[in-house]
């Protein structure tokens, strides 16, 4: 029986001083929260979390699947993890993945839940797929030839509509070649008035001017004329 309070005393230490928030909970009854899943929540203390149902903070859409994946988890089998949303008592909303084992709580079957926040990731994720979605439109909508090349073998991934006008090369013939490959001369031999400038001339050239997180580097062949 001491050896059982030894090691309740340092299951307990070990949860208390996790930093990922860890949530027991029976019947979808919370028993036990340690600090951080409290401090997840935006509440001031462990205490408020124990005996109020974890169905307070999970959206209407998720509670009978949340309910069938608890009764699974508290007959003695763990579950793969899960990515949901938890609601803060302020109505805030995280995205979170929870990751649930069984165990026996002060002698009743329950389930322990590990939650981690994803919810930074989240919003840079959809940061990302915007600001991607935006470059795609600006790309295809710009009045200069542009192609994206690969930085390490220099292949080129995509071209604009502007490109297939101006070369007369279309997409699906250019896309894996290599832009040192392509005659471009064309460029040089049709007049082009650069917007601003009221100047007109026949000059191609290849200017790296973009690069972004996925490797890839943004060219334009641009047309001038100077007099």
């Known amino acids: 029986e001491e050896d059982l309070r030894e090691s309740e005393k340092r299951w307990r230490m070990l949860v208390e001083l996790n930093p990922d928030p860890i949530v027991i909970s029976s019947g979808g009854r919370i028993l036990y929260s340690n600090p951080a899943g409290a401090s997840l929540l935006g509440l001031a203390s462990s205490e408020e979390l124990v005996g109020r149902s974890l169905f307070d903070f999970a959206p209407p859409e998720v509670h009978d699947t949340g309910r069938d994946r608890l009764q699974v988890i508290e007959g003695g089998r763990s579950t793969t993890p899960v990515e949901t949303r938890l609601i803060r008592p302020d109505g805030s909303v995280l995205d ?15 389930a322990q839940t590990v939650i981690r926040n994803l919810t930074g990731r989240k919003r840079t994720e959809e940061a990302i797929r915007r600001s991607e979605e935006r470059f795609a439109k600006a790309f295809q909508a ?66 790296e001017v973009f690069v972004n997180t996925r490797g890839y580097y943004e060219s334009t062949f641009e047309r001038f004329h100077a007099d």
């Open 96 to 110: 979170v993945e929870t990751f649930s084992t069984p165990l026996v709580y002060e002698g009743q079957p329950a």
């Open 142 to 207: 710009a009045p200069v030839a542009m192609i994206i090349t690969r930085l390490g073998s220099g292949r080129i991934v995509d071209a604009n509509d502007s490109f297939e006008r101006m070369t007369g090369f279309a997409r699906a013939d250019v896309i894996g070649r290599k832009a040192s490959d392509i005659d471009l001369s064309v460029l040089a031999s049709v007049p082009t008035l650069v917007p601003g400038e009221g100047l007109w001339g026949f000059q191609g050239h290849l200017v």
